[in-house]
């Protein structure tokens, strides 16, 4: 018997319903599973707060800490929750939806791997008071989403990495309380729209670099306790949204 239009119509959108559905399901088990494996790595599995990651449950509905958004992991904030382990095993490549990362105050150590590049659709990375060190990956200027890195309160090392002046979205920008060291890099200059940079506290030397004049939205620059030197430059006198500016505990000057 022919189909007419109208059936043919329902029959193809019913096929078109039924495997957005299968994709959905699928997807979201097999971030699940990606986020069970990373699970599977922290030392304490007895973790209560964590409880509710088992496998076969809705990782959307059920689990702590875990957002999503028609099927996909939007949101991953598991804060201050007593979690023992590393970011090696973390599901760079398996969260491409993931757009807020939140895992600060735990006990997380180890270094930042390179593969969180893989998540180009973050919009808020926060890792702030772990244990983590090494150094901060060039990759992370593939994030060019980003609107909040926080990683402050870590034992993290070596330079800022001049990548950072990529994430033009970008409106704060912590990394205090480490053990940077090196210059501030040039391109931080090209952050147009940031309205908080804290870089105190860490080992910074060199001279403030001029191009921070262009940061025409900022509100907070803070830069105390590091080891910074040279004239401070004139040109921060054009920020006009600034409000608070702590450059103490350097070797600086006024720029005569």
């Known amino acids: 018997m022919m189909m007419v239009p109208n059936q043919i119509f329902s029959l193809l959108l019913g096929l078109f319903t039924l495997l957005y559905l299968f994709t959905v399901t699928f997807a979201s088990g097999e971030e699940a599973t990606a986020l069970l494996k990373w699970k599977a790595t922290f030392k304490n599995q007895n973790n209560s707060l964590l409880a509710s990651w088992q496998p076969g449950s809705d990782a959307c509905n059920d689990w702590y800490g875990v957002s999503c958004i028609n099927g996909r ?15 090696y095993a973390f599901p760079f490549s398996s969260l491409p939806f993931l757009e807020y990362l939140h895992l600060t105050m735990n006990n997380l150590s180890g270094t930042i791997p390179p ?36 990683i402050f309160g870590n034992h993290l090392n070596g330079p800022i990495p001049g990548e950072i002046g990529y994430l033009r979205s970008l409106t704060s920008l912590s990394l205090r309380g480490n053990f940077l060291k090196g210059s501030i890099p040039a391109s931080l200059g090209n952050l147009n729209n940031l309205s908080y940079l804290l870089l105190y506290d860490n080992q910074l030397s060199g001279p403030i670099p001029s191009v921070l004049g262009n940061l025409k939205n900022l509100n907070d620059l803070v830069l105390h306790n590091n080891q910074l030197s040279g004239p401070i430059p004139s040109v921060l006198g054009n920020l006009k949204n600034i409000n608070y500016v702590q450059l103490s505990s350097n070797q600086l000057w006024p720029n005569s």
């Open 73 to 87: 992991v939007n949101t991953l904030s598991i804060t201050n929750a007593s979690v023992f382990g590393t970011l």
């Open 115 to 150: 593969e969180i590049g893989n998540l180009t659709n973050l919009v808020c990375l926060e890792l702030h008071i772990n244990q983590i060190s090494g150094t901060i990956p060039s990759q992370i200027g593939s994030l060019v989403k980003l609107q909040i890195l926080r």
